[in-house]
């Protein structure tokens, strides 16, 4: 691999990072509070070390980057700005030990929302604003971003696309990936624009619109309060937040479509049709079984049930309950919600229910196969004909993320965490989820894990952001030989 070329990358990524870093200081200005320090140290030293990295090596240049340089600059560049981001933490004094900043900074720009802080109402305006911004950041993809504004990676650019886009088939809306890239970022912002507007209209405070919306769209979680959304006990902002949930949670190539003036965008596409019918039963099914155990009156049941399977199935993590406590049946749900994720081609973590709809068009063309045995059948999603390759790398990745929760559950249980905490917070770091059950729940955070724990948990979230293959391909032998 060109190394020299996979650092000059980087180097301009952490380089354009380290300048957003202007927003918080911004923030910390207006608001007077002891962050701005910290963050023009890290701004410092983010864009001189980004400055460095691309003048030693800003000679490189390509004309097409392998899929394998492709992987590397994405994992690379993912930890990166993750080490990066961990500065003003650390440097703001906010925790002890480096692991606590770097994990609290990786469930940001990886959209998890696990944090490690105890009392984030006591922390600086400055410092949670950047908590938020980086979820914002991270949800299109900080990879996404620089294919958008280098154009010197020209038709390179869709190896970055494949490794980036959380999608098993990557969706182009345009020629040039540049453009695509491009497109995607105004209709995210479009759509946070508009969410910010509904919480202000609300009368949520113009800090607390922006933090929410931030972390809203890339379905992170983070939010500016301890008790999450549930602090402002607000039927208006559960509804407003459930709808920019759900609009995160669907592919936004169908959100482009549908601001071209393609209405039936999302009825006509069949993995948005399984994602929200699967919703709505779900829905049904934890209102029914919360009404009585948990809540008296069946409004209450199905706002809070509403919120929570929307929550927890795009992957977004807010709270408006401590869903810890509800009915093992409801809980069970939420749990299997974890695995599924949003749609492919969203800001959601998870499995993707494109991956989960293949899934289960294979299993029933083997029951089909075994009844008739001479039959030739295909898989087809939305009317095309899924290539055999693309189903099995649908599966290898369906069994490689089932294989490594399972490992990671059991190595974080011989740490000494317990059965349901170590189960679910695997699920809920791998799945970029954020609270989990039990010592993870929702009225609890990852605090208390060990320190080996907090580090398996962040390489969790890198694994499940960056879908898994970008991550473990490094531990191939093979991905190294020329």
């Known amino acids: ?6 650092l000059n990358v980087v180097g301009i990524l952490t380089l354009f990072f380290g300048l957003t870093m202007l927003f918080p200081i911004a923030v910390g200005l207006y608001y007077k509070d002891q962050s701005v320090i910290p963050f023009l140290k890290s701004i410092g030293i983010t864009t001189f070390a980004g400055l460095l990295l691309h003048l030693c090596f800003r000679g490189s240049r390509v004309e097409t980057i392998t899929q394998r340089e492709g992987m590397a600059i994405v994992s690379i560049g993912w930890t990166t700005i993750g080490i990066f981001g961990a ?20 469930s940001g720009v990886t959209t998890t929302g696990a944090s490690v802080l105890t009392n984030i109402e006591a922390v600086s305006k400055g410092l949670l604003f950047w908590r938020s911004f980086i979820q914002w950041l991270g949800g299109m993809g900080i990879i996404v971003l620089s294919i958008a504004i280098l154009p010197f990676l020209g038709v390179g650019g869709m190896q970055l696309y494949k490794a980036e886009v959380p999608s098993p088939i990557p969706d182009k809306l345009r020629p ?4 695509t890239a491009m497109l995607l970022w105004k209709v995210y912002a479009l759509i946070s624009l508009l969410g910010a507007i509904l919480l202000l209209i609300g009368g949520m405070s113009l800090y607390d619109a922006l933090c929410h919306t931030f972390t809203t769209m890339p379905t992170g979680g983070f939010s500016t309060k301890n008790a999450s959304i549930a602090h402002f006990d607000s039927v208006y902002f559960d509804s407003v937040i459930i709808i920019f949930m759900l609009l995160a949670g669907i592919n936004f190539s169908l959100h482009y479509q549908m601001l071209r003036g393609k209405t039936l965008a999302f009825w006509r596409d069949s993995e948005c049709r399984f994602f929200l019918g699967t919703i709505i039963l779900l829905i049904v099914v934890v209102t029914f079984n919360i009404h009585g155990a948990v809540y008296e009156n069946i409004s209450q049941a199905f706002r809070y049930g509403a919120f929570q399977v929307v929550s927890i199935i795009t992957t977004t993590g807010y709270a408006t309950a401590d869903f810890d406590q509800w009915p093992a049946m409801s809980r069970l749900i939420l749990l299997l919600c974890m695995f599924m994720g949003a749609s492919a081609g969203s800001t959601g973590g998870g499995m993707k229910f494109l991956r989960v709809m293949l899934y289960f068009k294979y ?25 055999e390759d693309v189903t099995r790398s649908v599966l290898g990745f369906l069994g490689l993320y089932m294989g490594l929760f399972a490992l990671c559950s059991v190595v974080l249980a011989g740490m000494g965490v317990d059965f349901v905490t170590s189960f679910s917070a695997v699920a809920a770091t791998i799945g970029n989820v954020g609270p989990g059950f039990a010592n993870v729940g929702p009225a609890l955070n990852y605090a208390q894990m060990p320190y080996l724990g907090k580090w398996l948990l962040i390489w969790c979230m890198l694994l499940g952001r960056l879908e898994i293959y970008t991550i473990i391909i490094f531990l191939v032998p093979e991905f190294w030989r020329k």
């Open 1 to 6: 691999m060109r190394w020299r070329y996979i």
């Open 87 to 106: 500065l003003p933490f650390y440097l703001g004094g906010e925790f002890i030990t480096f692991v606590d900043a770097f994990f609290e900074s990786v």
């Open 176 to 179: 040039r990936i540049k453009d």
């Open 363 to 387: 299993c029933y063309k083997e029951l089909f196969s075994l009844i008739h045995p001479r039959s030739v059948t295909h898989i087809k999603i939305g009317g095309k004909v899924v290539p």
